[in-house]
């Protein structure tokens, strides 16, 4: 026996970016690696890092192999490590420079645990290796996926089946979607979590039900953004809507969400629901004044195609096509991770609406980064959304129309705003960013 083990350490390059971003595929790949090259696989873990990269281990009886990958820079880095004269990790190898494209790599094999400088001695515990190998025979294969949302400082990570159900570069954004363990089927957008089965009523009972029960004569209503379905969905529950013009730019997470969120995309088929595939600025920019009773911008975060939506020339498009009673509700990110964001937009509603016609509120969404997220209320005339509640009237709305989230008393508590959300509102801040546009 040379060594104890033989480590291969493996360095891929120009490999495919798709291919090395593609979480299913690297995890499917390494354990096809492993089991060519004759090993006997006990657990994986594998985590994507949005945007981009792929990291993961496969731990065989024989040790392990891992990886991570760099797929802006088209680069894969793995460690092939096995021990025992069965297991040839050079098999392993080039399976995996097959799998990932790799227009050439270099690599070293290290001998690991040279037998004549090491000293062995006798374990006399038979009874604990008899116990270990019975354990060992009964040790089943595991499986563990994660996507991982991931900013600089904080990321949140979702285990999930492995199955990409939906993967499409749109001409706007690269749309996902996973079925994760915790929170059902999960849309994803350029990296970023945009709706879950399991959570998604938070979201579109608050961004809905808060506006709707407030205003005295709701008949027509415009969403911008919103594909999933999930805001037009709860906005049907009100009668007095006559019409529902959506517009979302990317036929994509409307295609996506209708074959893989039916529950959330249920309303694309009411005839009070006009889906128009537009950009939402252009949309605005050409819509005549004073149309909308009220606007729901259910966008995306400010990057990517929603960074224009997060304008104070959008805004001011808003305000003029509602009618004079009308009403705009934002999602207006978190005070905690996007707190940036947050103060310079709530500064820029303001502007345009009036420093008594701004009313941030709070929702309570786990699979957002903090999960403390924000919406904004914002009326053209004076309505407000508490003092012009009628509280009988959502009493009678939950009855008929049971929510999960949304109930009279959560309509009042939500505009409660903490101690230190109330500062940043109160404080002014220098519009540096987006919003000054
Ligand atoms: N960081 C996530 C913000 C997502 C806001 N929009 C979600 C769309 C749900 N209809």
Redesign the pocket.
């Known amino acids: 026996m040379q060594s104890l083990g033989r480590h291969i350490i493996v360095e891929f390059y120009n490999c495919s970016p798709e291919k090395i971003n593609n979480v299913s595929h690297i995890e499917q790949s390494m354990l096809k690696a492993a089991e060519l090259a004759g090993a006997t696989i006990i657990n994986s873990t594998f985590h994507h890092f949005s945007p981009f990269g792929v990291s993961g281990v496969i731990v065989i009886e024989e040790s392990h192999l891992a990886i991570h990958t760099w797929p802006e820079y088209q680069f894969a880095s793995i460690d092939l490590f096995t021990c025992g004269e069965l297991v040839n990790p050079w098999i392993s190898f080039d399976h995996l420079k097959n799998e990932f494209e790799a227009e050439h790599s270099s690599s070293i094999e290290l001998q690991r645990g040279q037998p004549h400088l090491l000293k062995k001695i006798t374990l006399d515990k038979p009874d604990v290796r008899d116990q270990a190998s019975k354990t060992d025979r009964q040790i089943t294969y595991q499986r563990s996926i994660w996507f991982t949302e991931r900013d600089d400082n904080i990321a949140l990570s979702l285990r999930h089946t492995g199955d990409i159900l939906y993967y499409k570069q749109s001409e706007y954004q690269k749309v996902e979607i996973i079925d994760s363990l915790a929170y059902g089927k999960t849309l994803i957008l350029d990296g970023?979590?945009?709706?879950t089965e399991k959570d998604?009523y938070v979201?579109?009972e608050m961004i809905t039900h808060i506006p709707s029960l407030v205003h005295p004569k709701l008949e027509k209503v415009l969403i911008i953004?919103?594909g999933?379905g999930?805001?037009a969905r709860e906005l049907l529950k009100h009668d007095t809507i006559q019409q529902i013009d959506l517009v979302e730019i990317d036929a994509c997470v409307i295609e996506a969400s209708k074959q893989f969120l039916p529950g959330i995309a249920s309303s694309f088929s009411d005839p009070k629901v006009n889906t128009i595939v537009d950009d939402g600025i252009a949309f605005i920019n050409n819509c005549e004044s004073e149309q909308y009773d009220l606007i729901i911008v259910?966008?995306?975060?400010p990057v990517g195609p929603a960074e224009g939506l997060f304008t104070k020339t959008f805004y001011q498009q808003v305000h003029r096509c509602l009618t004079p009673n009308g009403i705009m509700v934002t999602?207006s990110e978190s005070p905690t991770f996007n707190t940036h964001v947050f103060q310079e937009i709530q500064q820029c509603y303001k502007q345009i609406f009036g420093n008594n016609n701004v009313h941030p509120y709070l929702a309570y969404i786990p699979t957002?980064?903090s999960g403390m997220w924000s919406f904004s209320f914002c009326s053209k005339n004076s309505l407000h959304p508490i003092h012009d509640l009628d509280k009988q009237k959502a009493m009678a709305f939950t009855k008929q129309h049971p929510c999960k989230y949304y109930t009279a008393d959560i309509h009042q508590a939500a505009f409660v705003l903490p101690q230190f959300v109330q500062n940043l509102i109160n404080t002014k801040k220098k519009m540096k960013n987006i919003l000054s546009n």
């Open positions: 970023m979590i945009m709706t998604e979201y579109h953004g919103g999933d999930g805001a259910d966008s995306t975060d999602q957002y980064p």
